[in-house]
């Protein structure tokens, strides 16, 4: 069962999501919430796959709580403004639902959660990996892709599997695999763990403030406390001058 978390500050716009979700088969409502914070509380205790989740709510917005997560679930957006439909895709997004929509629109983007859920969880096992000189392979989505190892701007891990941002390539290539075994098979001098759910190209680094490293393709990555000494340690060797 695909566990579903509604939330949505309207009561009857709660329900109906809710009610909605009752009636995908695949899906299992773990919590109706009011508020991002009331779903934050739950995430805390139960696993979730996916979050339908409105974004103009009071204690804090739907999109900036989906950014706030570590490791997001499946994302579907059900909102009555139009005006966040770019930035929802931004962050993944896996549909996005204007309000007022009905079961059908709803069905819409329910397949589409099955078929991502599906996709990754169907595999008993870990996809091979089969490197050679600067090439790499992937399964997903029930093919074999090839892929630069250069053009890898960073691999996200999400959970039980990994998105692989590739440059050029308009949407990340989601792989089951663990971040171990890809960090143990990307070449340590041109790739680096900055965060547990962090792989980088150190070519693609732009700068590093903060606690931050900006990447070429514009997105601002965290670095965690446990990568922090070694990826200064590393910084420090390619230092210029003082």
Same mark, same amino acid.
């Given at each position: 069962?695909?566990?579903?978390i509604?939330?949505d500050?309207?009561?009857?716009?709660l329900?109906?999501?809710?009610?909605?979700?009752?009636?995908?088969?695949?899906?299992?409502?773990?919590a109706?919430?009011?508020?991002?914070?009331?779903?934050?509380?739950v995430?805390?205790?139960?696993?979730?796959?996916?979050?339908?989740?409105?974004?103009?709510?009071p204690?804090m917005?739907?999109?900036?709580?989906?950014?706030? &997560?570590?490791?997001?679930?499946? !994302?579907v957006?059900? $909102?009555? #403004?139009?005006?966040?439909? +770019? %930035?929802g895709?931004k962050?993944?997004?896996?549909?996005y639902?204007?309000?007022p929509?009905?079961m059908?629109?709803?069905?819409?983007?329910?397949?589409?959660v099955?078929?991502l859920?599906?996709?990754?969880?169907s595999p008993?096992?870990?996809?091979a990996? &089969?490197?050679?000189?600067?090439? !790499?392979?992937f399964? $997903?989505? #029930?093919?074999?892709?090839? +892929? %630069?190892?250069g053009?890898?701007?960073?691999?996200?891990?999400?959970?039980e599997?990994?998105?692989?941002?590739?440059?050029?390539v308009?949407?990340?290539?989601?792989?089951l695999?663990?971040m171990?075994?890809l960090?143990?098979?990307?070449?340590?001098?041109?790739?680096?763990?900055?965060?547990?759910s962090?792989?980088?190209?150190l070519?693609?680094?732009?700068?590093v403030?903060?606690?931050?490293?900006?990447?070429?393709?514009g997105?601002s990555?965290?670095?965690?406390?446990?990568?922090?000494?070694?990826f200064?340690?590393?910084?420090?060797?390619?230092?210029l001058?003082?």
């Open positions: 069962m695909i566990r579903c509604a939330i500050d309207e009561p009857l716009a329900r109906q999501i809710s009610q909605y979700v009752k009636n995908i088969p695949e899906f299992e409502l773990v109706s919430c009011p508020s991002a914070s009331a779903a934050r509380k995430m805390e205790e139960k696993d979730v796959d996916v979050l339908f989740v409105d974004i103009n709510m204690d917005n739907g999109m900036d709580f989906v950014k706030s &997560l570590e490791n997001p679930p499946m !994302i957006f059900t $909102t009555a #403004y139009s005006d966040y439909a +770019v %930035e895709f962050v993944d997004a896996v549909d639902l204007l309000k929509f009905g059908e629109d709803f069905k819409r983007a329910a397949s589409k099955v078929r859920y599906q996709m990754v969880h008993k096992e870990e996809p990996l &089969l490197p050679s000189d600067d090439t !790499i392979f399964k $997903t989505d #029930y093919k074999i892709v090839r +892929v %630069e190892m053009k890898i701007v960073y691999v996200e891990g999400m959970s599997y990994l998105k692989i941002h590739v440059e050029g308009e949407s990340p290539y989601v792989v695999l663990s171990k075994k960090e143990d098979t990307l070449p340590s001098e041109k790739f680096r763990r900055i965060h547990k962090y792989i980088i190209n070519s693609k680094i732009v700068e403030s903060k606690n931050r490293v900006l990447l070429s393709t997105e990555l965290p670095i965690g406390d446990t990568y922090r000494d070694a200064n340690e590393y910084l420090e060797s390619k230092f001058g003082r």
